[in-house]
């Protein structure tokens, strides 16, 4: 059970670094550089599915649908999906959870803004009741599907870090395997945080989306509490970059001179060869029952 196996990550001593994933070929990538966890984000399914910005136009569904289609690709390496706030209240956010753990998704993380939530990067977030934040993680957990929940607060940059802390501590009490302090990325702070919350594995986010941060190593990240680290755009922003440089030289030469994946690796990402193989058996079965 893929649950398990990201549990066991936040469990170690270590920190594991979660890239975007978008589509199989993505999946299959992450799989094949080594990656043991990877991650769904809302805002990257916002501009892919709907071409829309992260403003809560996407619902569960859509992370569901897509995410669907990703797990088979990661064979067996877990998935922690963006689930917003849950999209509603404990009742909604229960059927969310149920979604992605039938879509094969291992793990969620739930904010705790109101609807409609915002980027967790823009200004003018309000946020939900703490009580009633905690009565929705309780909620899902309680539930009985085993999927992972990770508990973030955006009360860092609303009513600061202090806020912050006793928001983990509840959600934490109220069953999150996780606390996801989203703007925490200072290591004095995250050690405050650590020493608040201990025994809870903390998550950091590495997104593009929050402009430059001091890059922490890996070691100091873990004496800090640091368990997993989203780098939710990374990969996206990257193959666009790659993308606007091939409609470029398409243009300016008539030719896609840049760099890019053989054809064969593509392929193979989709698995063309076993296909193939498997039509042929399929073809020379059945000629040899005429």
Avoid at 82 to 108: E, I, M, N, P
């Amino acid at each position: 059970m893929t649950a398990t196996a990201l549990r066991a990550l936040l469990a170690a001593g270590g920190v594991t670094h979660l890239p975007g994933v978008y589509d199989p070929p993505t999946a299959a990538l992450a799989v094949r550089a080594g990656h043991r966890a990877a991650h769904l984000s809302g805002a990257a399914c916002a501009a892919l599915d709907l071409g829309l910005p992260d403003l809560g136009y996407v619902h569960g569904t859509h992370i569901a649908e897509r995410a669907a289609r990703i797990t088979p690709a990661l064979g067996g390496v877990p998935l922690l999906a963006d689930a917003d706030t849950g999209y509603g209240d404990a009742l909604q956010a229960v059927w969310t959870a149920r979604r992605y753990a039938a879509a094969g998704v291992s793990g969620l993380h739930l904010e705790d803004q109101v609807m409609p939530k915002r980027c967790g990067h823009l200004a003018g977030k309000e946020l939900a009741d703490a009580d009633a934040a905690a009565r929705k993680i309780r909620a899902v957990v309680s539930d009985g599907t085993g999927i992972v929940v990770v508990a973030r607060t955006d009360a860092y940059t609303v009513t600061g870090l202090d806020d912050a802390i006793s928001r983990g501590r509840a959600y934490a009490a109220a069953g999150a395997d996780a606390v996801f302090l989203e703007g925490v990325s200072d290591l004095d702070e995250l050690a405050r945080a650590h020493a608040a919350l201990p025994g809870v594995p903390l998550v950091l986010n590495r997104s593009e989306a929050g402009g430059p941060t001091a890059a922490a190593s890996d070691a100091d990240l873990a004496t800090a509490g640091v368990r997993l680290v989203l780098h939710p755009v990374a990969p996206l922003l990257a193959a666009l970059h790659a993308a606007d440089d091939a409609y470029r030289e398409i243009v300016a030469t008539g030719r896609a001179s840049v760099d890019r994946l053989a054809w064969s690796e593509f392929t193979g990402l989709v698995g063309q060869d076993e296909a193939l193989a498997l039509d042929a058996a399929s073809a020379l079965d059945a000629k040899n029952s005429r």
